[in-house]
């Protein structure tokens, strides 16, 4: 049990350690990619890490990958931008959707659409009524249902500004009692 405790404690500290330089990184950017370490990044890559990494911070968290029919042409599933910051964009979405679901999961999808990557994460958690959605991405704001849950609100707004500095934007679609879809888009690299 000991043995069990100090694991989760590096594995936290890791994590933390891990999002500290992200967060560095982010700011050190002021809100354009100057500054980061801009690569081609392919998108199905950094979804096929989330399963593990999910599972790894929590053994009840299961993540369904489904990649629709891909280009032939490998290049157009590559997007301009910094890894790391990328797939903690997508990994937070990921994480909040098995984290309210109960189930513990989340059904994520790739898709092509001519110029754009789309991913979407489906849950079957409490949803996200109407008046609260336009605010989800702001600093600190916390849907209602959610506030008993530990954390500070700041997941989707870094997630919507990671996703804005890749040239790309977040819609959400969801009903009270029914689960939340949120879809990102990415511009092919050469694209955007």
């Given amino acids: 049990e000991y043995r069990h405790v100090m694991e989760s404690i590096y594995q936290d500290a890791t994590h933390m350690r891990k999002l500290t330089q992200v967060l560095l990184e982010f700011a050190k950017a002021s809100g354009s990619a100057a500054g980061l370490d801009i690569s081609l990044v392919r998108v199905d890559e950094i979804l096929l890490r989330l399963p593990a990494d999910l599972a790894k911070m ?44 109960s189930n513990h999961r989340a059904d994520v ?13 489906q ?5 996200i ?18 506030r008993s849950t530990a954390g500070f ?29 949120f879809t990102i888009y990415l511009p092919v690299a050469g694209t955007a």
């Fill in 58 to 101: 929590n053994a009840q968290f299961v993540v369904s990958l489904q990649f629709d029919e891909l280009p032939a042409n490998e290049e157009q599933l590559l997007v301009l931008g910094n890894e790391e910051l990328l797939f903690t964009a997508i990994k937070n979405i990921v994480a909040n959707a098995c984290k309210y679901s």
């Fill in 153 to 181: 609100g700041l997941g989707l707004s870094l997630t919507n500004r990671f996703i804005k500095l890749h040239k790309g934007h977040i819609t959400v679609s969801s009903q009270p009692g029914q689960g939340t879809l």
């Fill in 129 to 146: 009524p109407a008046s609260e959605i336009e605010h989800i991405f702001q600093p600190f704001y916390r849907v209602d249902e959610s």
């Fill in 123 to 127: 849950d079957a958690g409490i949803g």
């Fill in 109 to 121: 999808r790739l898709a092509f659409a001519g110029s754009e990557l789309v991913v979407t994460v």
